[in-house]
């Protein structure tokens, strides 16, 4: 240790000497006819390399004994794994081999004990993190059926397209809210889930046909300028009929049709017919095949 000391002081000497020899390299070099700086850095590096050499060589290896010092140190700091690496190179013939073994078997104790304490933890916190989520969720659904019962004021979804399509926006935040709270086991949860599916099916089965008669209505002043004439009726308001002198052409009925069949679709028509005049016996007609009135709105 001694010596590793001393290798360790000389090498702090030399790297005094390469200042000196930096600011005055004659100081250094003084058998040298030339002296220059890098002459005094190379001297130095080679002196250097060779005393980093010798302070490593003299550095005293950790005896079995310190690694067992240390490892008990390690124990008592809860690094049990690193007391475990610390003795693993202690061979089965060395007389503390039963010593290190020992203490390897209790920190893989403390170990295996460390691990269930954060599985533990784990499970713990998912479960308060659980049921704070069964809460948030019923919380939710009783917030969605009170305001249901209190009576909702759809006036405000008519008058224009925008407002109407809120209505719908509407039925799908109803929509997600019930497909999130079906995937709870909580039989609080499942009942207060069936109630607001009840309550808002009923509530689109009233609400639809109103909606479409508004949009024939609002979409029919848009039309207007284009001599087109919207008119929604049939049972439940399913179907809506255009007609206007565009539509003679068949090419100009598919066109029209193919770019107001999605919106038709959202509002659960059941078929659009076209007429090149109002009040004209003959029309052609597309099915649109939508979802009942009865099914929850999925903008999906």
Known sequence: MFLAVLFFLL????????IIGMINPLFILRWSKNPTRLKVFGFWFVINFILWIFFVITIPSQTNIDKIMESRNYLDNGK??????????IKESDSLYSKARKIINKADSLITIQEEEKENKKLEFEKVER?????????????EISSIKKGVDFSSYRGSIDSIQLELV???????????????????IKKLTADLKRRVVKLQKIEFPKLRANYG???GKELWRSNIK??????????????????????NKEDFHNKISEVLKLYRFKQARY??????SEYTYWGLEPKKDSELMNFK
């Open 11 to 18: 090498i702090g000497v030399a790297f005094i000497f390469l």
């Open 80 to 89: 049990y794994l690193k007391a475990k690496l610390n003795l693993s190179q």
């Open 131 to 143: 049921e704070a989520n069964i809460l948030n969720q019923k919380e939710q659904l009783e917030r």
């Open 170 to 188: 509407l039925f799908g935040a109803w929509a997600n809210i019930i497909e999130e709270s079906e995937k709870y086991e909580s039989k609080d």
């Open 217 to 219: 209505k609002i979409f």
């Open 230 to 251: 919207v008119r929604v009726n049939g049972r439940g308001k399913k179907y809506i009929n255009f007609a206007g002198g565009i539509f003679a052409n068949n090419a």
């Open 275 to 280: 007429r090149w005049y109002d009040g004209a």
